[in-house]
Nanobody
């Protein structure tokens, strides 16, 4: 069982930055594909970013490419989402997720473990 806890959300002005963290308890994340998803009010949850088990391969939602970076921590039990040049449309609850897999994953149904989410609000 993998338990995930997100942190780092908050209120920021447009153009600002935030770094979200996702920490696992009980085991390391080194053998898991990780993903970040988000859900804005009144919308379905959507894929944001994914990183493979080694950290050498990543992919992103088109609208965040060049602004967001997903990475793994050196301690192997943390994954980050660095968010720069934030826009009001990035406002959402952000969730991290883990899957017992090695490649990049994009669909919610492919992830077995989820955190509780952290709120990101970007003001204009």
């Amino acid at each position: 069982q993998v338990q995930l806890v997100e942190s780092g959300g908050g209120l920021v002005q447009a153009g600002g930055s935030l770094r979200l963290s996702c920490a696992a308890s009980g085991r390391t994340l080194s053998s898991y594909t990780m993903g970040w998803f988000r859900q804005a009010p009144g919308k379905e949850r959507e894929f944001v970013a994914t990183i493979n088990w080694s950290g050498h391969s990543t992919d992103y939602l088109d609208s965040v490419k060049g602004r967001f970076t997903i990475s793994r921590g050196n301690a192997k039990n943390t994954v980050y989402l660095q968010m720069n040049s934030l826009k009001p449309e990035d406002t959402a609850v952000y969730y991290c997720a883990a899957a017992g897999a090695y490649g990049l994953l994009y669909a919610e149904r492919e992830y077995a473990y989820w955190g509780q989410g952290t709120q990101v609000t970007v003001s204009s």
